[in-house]
């Protein structure tokens, strides 16, 4: 059974890093393009971040510049660092695997930024 993972999320102050990791139980995993997702309470998931089968990244333009997406193939893994945190970016935070006719979900982790 296909399953996507994720840990790290946590309450941290404004300004401070945190790095999620999304575990992935797929087989072939490095042909899937992997992304990053968050959804805020009373708001759509939007997308936060993309790493291709080839290591291209792209990120929405609210987390580029603090935000790095990587993975690592031989772990099955892919990690989102998520640094100079502001509290906007509180939401849970969904890993997504995609690779032709194939798609997944995790079920979230939580990140919520306060003082």
């Known amino acids: 059974q296909v399953q996507l993972v994720e840990s790290g999320g946590d309450l941290v102050q404004p300004g401070g890093s945190l790095r999620l990791s999304c575990a992935a139980s797929i087989s072939s995993f490095r042909i899937y393009t992997m992304h990053w997702f968050r959804q805020a309470p009373g708001k759509q998931r939007e997308f936060i971040a993309q790493i291709t089968s080839g290591g291209n990244t792209a990120y929405a333009d609210s987390v580029k510049g603090r935000f790095t997406i990587s993975r690592d193939n031989a772990k099955n893994t892919v990690y989102l660092q998520m640094n100079s945190l502001k509290p906007e970016d509180t939401a849970a935070y969904y890993c997504?695997?995609?690779?032709?006719?194939?798609?997944?979900w995790g079920q979230g982790t939580q990140v919520t930024v306060s003082s």
């Open positions: 997504h695997a995609i690779a032709p006719g194939y798609e997944y």
